[in-house]
């Protein structure tokens, strides 16, 4: 289900989309409007996670890491 809300744009653009949207065939001008705000919201969340996962590895690299071979250091494997 859809959400009504109000939006405001440059008067230009609303021009410009009210003469266009039946040449790009889409059915209203609301359809157009809805494509062009999906687009959007699709670029951000995509720059978002790419944020995130920055974030993340930046993290992972500046925790502290324990020696997992610490039990094992010295010992002579070749003559077991």
Known sequence: MLIQTKIQINPKDYEFVKKVYKDLRYKSLS????????????????KLREQKR????EMIGKAPHENLFD?????????R
């Open 31 to 46: 359809e157009y409007m809805r494509e062009a705000i999906n687009a959007r919201v699709k670029q951000d969340r995509k």
């Open 54 to 57: 920055i974030a993340a590895m």
């Open 71 to 79: 039990s094992i250091e010295g010992e002579d494997f070749e003559n």
